[in-house]
């Protein structure tokens, strides 16, 4: 079974930082490219960054490019999020996604499964 | 960035109903749309990709249709676990983009 488990959510001040983990079991994780996908409270979904199956090409959206960065530990088959320069509007719920295999070096951004979510609260 | 709108914001119905949710693209993006449900307190769950395939596991009481900039999930006949917030997305450009979701609620 694909499991999907975040950690490292919580309460931050505006300018801090924040790790954010997701382990994953289940499925050959290395072969896979990743997401987090956010959602602030009561609002709708929000890509954030993806990253290829061996770690060698990142992309973000625009509201977190140069603050946050995503990487991968494929021999701990963990995902990453490092979020620095955290503001208000980074509050939310931060899920990481799984994109659905399309093969070789190819991704499809289908998130075929989800992890349970972490909230990462940004207040003084 | 794509912008996705789904029409209605919110719908009430009863069991049994049959139900349609439209997604409407801001350019054409082909069938590269998706469908997600999201049940309150829980991670979204993917059930249409590719604007018509059904993901694994998931009832066949829901399908997708539609190409270009037009689409819309159908659920034939609703069941009370289907109660839930629905999201469309595309996958055809980076960002990936949602629609602000569909909430169907009990009649």
């Known amino acids: 079974e694909v499991q999907l488990v975040e950690s490292g959510g919580g309460l931050v001040q505006p300018g801090g930082s924040l790790r954010l983990s997701c382990a994953a079991s289940?499925?050959?994780?290395?072969?896979?490219?990743m997401h987090w996908v956010r959602q602030a409270p009561g609002k709708g979904l929000v890509w954030v960054s993806r990253?290829?199956?061996?770690?060698?090409?990142?992309t973000y959206a625009d509201s977190v490019k140069g603050r946050f960065t995503i990487s991968r530990d494929n021999a701990k088959k963990t995902l990453y999020m490092q979020m620095n320069s955290l503001r208000a509007e980074d509050t939310a719920v931060y899920y990481c996604?799984?994109?659905?295999?399309?093969?070789?070096?190819?991704?499809?951004?289908?998130?075929?499964?989800w992890g349970q979510g972490t909230l990462v609260t940004v207040s003084s | 960035d794509i912008q996705m709108t789904q029409s209605p914001s919110s719908l009430s119905a009863s069991v049994g109903d049959r139900v349609t949710i439209t997604c409407r693209a801001s350019q054409s993006i082909s069938s590269y749309v998706n469908w997600y449900q999201q049940k309150s307190g829980k991670a979204p769950k993917l059930l249409i990709y590719?604007?018509?395939s059904l993901q694994s596991g998931v009832p066949s009481r829901f399908s997708g249709s539609g190409s270009g900039t037009d689409f819309t999930l159908t659920i034939s006949s609703l069941q009370p676990e289907d109660f839930a917030t629905y999201y469309c997305?595309?996958?055809?450009?980076?960002?990936?983009?949602f629609g602000q979701g569909t909430k169907v609620e009990i009649k």
């Open positions: 996604a799984r994109d659905r295999h399309c093969g070789g070096d190819c991704y499809t951004t289908d998130f075929d499964s």
């Open positions: 289940g499925f050959t994780f290395s072969s896979y490219w």
């Open positions: 990253i290829k199956s061996d770690g060698t090409s990142t």
């Open positions: 590719a604007a018509s």
């Open positions: 997305q595309q996958s055809y450009s980076t960002p990936p983009t």
